[in-house]
């Protein structure tokens, strides 16, 4: 099945600096690769995401890449703020009905932006 | 739209009772999925429908039952409670047009 890996694991950067959290994954055939933010004690949120035929894809302060050849994928988040500060999930999907569109989940990166 | 609603929010059993985590939407999704957070490991897939009366197993099944009856619900059953299953459950559902799941508030559950 599906292997999704994530780093840093960890990330401590201060307010107005990026972040940057990679992740890689082993089936070529996955083809949907989400990002979720949650929060302590919240449920995942979806805040961006970007499909296969599309290298880049950006909303305001975070932009995602997508390497398909290489099987990486990478969150980008610029001038940070003290309430970006959330465990980030990387995920990918098959993107197919057969599999109910399941995700399967990086092990999360904890982010601390500090003032 | 109250969207993925998931009850109980807490819940404390012993080893070896039964339960079942309720799970229902309204926004008329054909998917839906059970998935399990646990401390340094992300979330991992229980198990899912992909409409109602078909259900399917993910990475972790073992121990979990499901069933679809509607559209709406789709509850998760421990048969007989682990320490193991302590967890965060979350339900998530999503239509097939839209490529956003949309996760439920959680179940924390704790197994003594």
């Known amino acids: 099945g599906e292997n999704v890996e994530q780093h840093p694991s960890t990330l401590s950067v201060q307010e107005g600096d990026s972040a940057v959290i990679k992740c890689t994954y082993s089936d070529s055939a996955s083809n949907y690769f989400p990002w979720y933010k949650q929060e302590l004690g919240k449920r995942p949120q979806l805040i961006i995401d970007i499909r296969s035929n599309v290298g880049e894809k950006k909303d305001q302060r975070i932009a995602v890449t997508l390497n398909k050849t290489a099987k990486h994928f990478s969150l980008h988040i610029t001038e940070t703020q003290p309430e970006d500060s959330a465990v980030y999930f990387c995920a990918a999907s098959r993107g197919n009905s057969n599999s109910g569109y399941a995700l399967n989940f990086g092990k999360g990166t904890s982010l601390l932006v500090t003032p | 739209n109250a969207g993925v609603t998931q009850t109980p929010k807490f819940q404390v059993l012993k080893t070896g009772q039964s339960m079942t985590l309720q799970c229902a939407q309204d926004?008329?999704?054909?998917?839906m999925s059970w998935y399990r957070q646990d401390p340094g490991m992300g979330l991992r897939l229980i198990h899912y429908s992909v409409g109602a009366g078909i259900t399917d197993q993910g990475e972790v099944p073992n121990g979990y039952n499901v069933s679809r009856s509607t559209t709406e619900d789709f509850p998760l059953r421990l048969l007989s409670a682990a320490p193991s299953q302590t967890s965060v459950y979350f339900c998530a559902s999503r239509t097939g047009t839209s490529n956003e799941q949309f996760f439920g508030p959680g179940t924390r559950l704790t197994v003594l």
């Open positions: 926004m008329n999704h054909e998917y």
